[in-house]
T-cell receptor, first 115, second 114 residues
């Protein structure tokens, strides 16, 4: 099946710094990538949808200036958490879908801890 | 808009027990339906899917049938194992209007005891 990787798997940063998370589709071209945030007790929140070469579409309530998403190629999307604060600590998961596919393939997730 | 409703967990079973996790949906179009599984500390993995009414998805002993008349996609397994302990997400994708719109349920935690 299709493989999606995320890097880093875990990151600890200080409050006020920025953190970049990479999401890569390793064996297919991902025309669409999704970024999710998973809160404790498992609920999965869609943050934004990005299509290669265009601006991301953010879900209501998600600050686009705080969570910068770039999808510059068909195999790479990045999420940058700017000026991170402890409340941004969470598990961030990306997924990718190819042209004409109805299912998405998930990355293994990134655990962000802001101290 | 589209929505997915799952039974709340946790679901606690003994090994070899029968499992049912209920999932119902609302959608404006003709969605594809999925079950994903998330093991502790990991991302989501596709468990099974069904793309049209009456299709049955199956994998690793799990099954789910796309029931359009009841708008349901219940997950079942005849005999669970301790290794099945995980969180299970029901989801749909609706390509209405040409865009890919994923919708997930809140997830159901399954705990299987030896």
């Amino acid at each position: 099946g299709a493989v999606v990787s995320q890097h880093p798997s875990r990151v600890i940063c200080k409050s006020g710094t920025s953190v970049k998370i990479e999401c890569r589709s390793l064996d297919f071209q991902a025309t669409t990538m999704f970024w999710y945030r998973q809160f404790p007790k498992q609920s999965l929140m869609l943050m934004a949808t990005s299509n290669e070469g265009s601006k991301a579409t953010y879900e209501q309530g998600v600050e686009k200036d705080k969570f910068l998403i770039n999808h510059a190629s068909l195999t790479l999307s990045t999420l940058t958490v700017t000026s991170a604060h402890p409340e941004d600590s969470s598990f961030y998961i990306c997924s990718a879908a190819g042209q004409g596919y109805v299912e998405q393939y998930f990355g293994p997730g990134t655990r962000l801890t802001v101290t | 808009g589209d929505s997915v409703t799952q039974m709340e967990g946790p679901v606690t079973l003994s090994e070899e027990a029968f499992l049912t996790i209920n999932c119902t949906y609302t959608a404006t179009g003709y969605p594809s339906l999925f079950w994903y599984v998330q093991y502790p500390g990991e991302g989501l993995q596709l468990l099974l899917k069904a793309t049209k009414a009456d299709d049955k998805g199956s994998n690793k002993g799990f099954e789910a049938t796309y029931r359009k008349e009841t708008t349901s996609f219940h997950l079942e397994k005849g005999s669970v194992q301790v290794s099945d302990s995980a969180v299970y997400f029901c989801a749909l994708s609706d390509a209405s209007g040409g865009s890919y719109i994923p919708t997930f349920g809140r997830g159901t935690s399954l705990i299987v005891h030896p």
